[in-house]
């Protein structure tokens, strides 16, 4: 039996904190079975006597294997055996995520194909045999593309296939209620470049799937997630985009907790570029933006150009999209953005507008050596860090 709502451990009445496994690598359901003794070394750090959430990620092939009923019903005997429970699912990243470049290929492939859908309806499939009774759950997914992939004059004929495809998913989403009677939404990831990048790009696309006359079940199952680094890299703040979001009446389906990297060009450049070439590594994107004095923002496809600008004097403030650990302000010459972290948690505490807040460091493996601690303990920690700050 899983454990009823009243039992779980929750970080308030109204919400529940985990961390996202696409930590750990695994593509096949295997791995990621193996790799969850990590989730158990956290649970007996955090809640040993209480059950403990997973933010479960599966890339499409372990979702494939994991639909075996077998292997579903052997893994809800894992989660009841060690007090787990499921209720949030990453479907960003479709195939490969660890130990090898990734780079745009994590938008691959997107919401012009068929197999996004697919996948996405697998997760959610599974996610209403996981969830247990009385929560609602959440899978994210990409920006629906790549932003450099589609050219300007296509890009309003291909959004229209993509937005059919969303609304393939929440008829999905509305046939799965009638029939389980579970709350399920797609929680839809601005990122830096991507087809949907900011608050003004996806209350668009939320508008558009409006008029396409299913209005409650669109308010009901498609949902944004907010991640926290992603909305600081575009220079967005919590709450100007949190006021928006909740005036245009759409779901917040989790609160994603991330820090950027940044960078205050006002003193030695060339000491900070030296800081931050580290971070230009070659597995994952790191978008950049460069404010200039008159509070314009240059955006690069990666790192790398954005250090080659540096030198432009104009230039006042770099923010990178590098998630760094949440429970660190300063790296020397460097920041994060942990102060918009701070400000989402102040306004979610005052007004909690998801139930699901899901850390979301995933480079621990890329970090410079310097910001590497044991995994178990960095976990925990950042963890600590956001119940320490919803405490205060």
């Known amino acids: ?61 372990a979702a ?3 639909t075996e009923p077998e292997r579903l019903q052997a893994f809800k005997s894992w989660l009841d055996r ?5 209720f949030t699912m990453n479907g960003f990243p479709y195939g490969g995520f660890h130990g090898e470049r990734v780079k745009d290929q994590v938008h691959a492939p997107d919401w012009r194909s068929r197999e996004r859908v697919t996948y996405t309806k697998q997760l959610f ?36 296939g993509m937005r059919e495809h969303l609304l393939d998913v929440i008829d999905h989403l509305a046939d799965l209620r009638n029939r389980t009677g579970k709350d399920l939404h797609l929680d839809l990831e601005p990122e830096p470049d991507g087809l949907i990048e900011n608050t003004a790009e996806f209350v668009d696309l939320y508008r558009a ?30 709450e100007a985009s949190l006021r928006t979001l909740t005036e245009e009446g759409i779901r917040i389906g989790r609160l994603q907790i991330s820090a950027a990297l940044k960078a205050d060009l006002h003193g030695d450049r060339a000491a900070v570029r030296t800081s931050l070439q580290p971070y230009d590594e070659p597995v994952y994107l790191h978008q950049a ?26 230039y006042r403030e770099l923010r990178t999209h590098f998630h760094v650990p949440i429970y660190t302000e300063s790296y020397g010459r460097l920041q994060s953005t942990n ?29 410079p050596d310097h910001q590497r601690l044991n995994l178990t303990e960095s976990i925990a920690r950042e963890l600590e860090w956001v119940r320490g700050e919803l405490a205060d």
Not at 293 to 314: K, Q, V, Y
């Open 64 to 66: 494939a294997e994991l």
């Open 125 to 160: 499939d599974m996610l209403a045999e996981l969830l247990p009774e009385g929560l609602d759950g959440g899978v994210s997914t990409s920006p629906l593309s790549y932003k450099p992939w589609l050219g300007a004059g296509a890009r309003e004929a291909e959004l229209s």
């Open 209 to 238: 799937l409006l008029a396409q006359g299913r209005e409650s079940d669109v308010r009901r199952h498609f949902a944004i997630c907010y991640d926290v680094c992603h909305f600081a890299v575009a220079y967005e703040s919590p």
């Open 289 to 314: 933006a460069l404010r200039r004095s008159d509070g314009s923002i240059d955006r690069f496809p990666d790192l790398a150009p954005a250090l080659e600008a540096l030198d432009d004097p104009n």
């Open 1 to 61: 039996m899983h454990p009823r709502p009243a039992a779980i451990m929750k970080i308030s009445p109204h919400g529940h904190l985990t961390y996202c496994t696409n930590i750990h690598p695994g593509e096949s359901w295997e791995e990621v079975r193996s790799s969850l003794h990590h989730v158990l070394d956290v649970k007996r750090r955090m809640c040993p006597d209480r059950p403990f959430g997973i933010g479960l990620r599966l890339s499409a092939r």
């Open 82 to 86: 060690h007090d787990c429970y499921v």
């Open 339 to 367: 102060d918009a972290i701070r400000e989402a948690l102040r306004i979610w505490k005052a007004r909690p507008f998801t139930p699901h807040l899901e850390v979301e460091t995933y480079t621990w493996d890329v970090l």
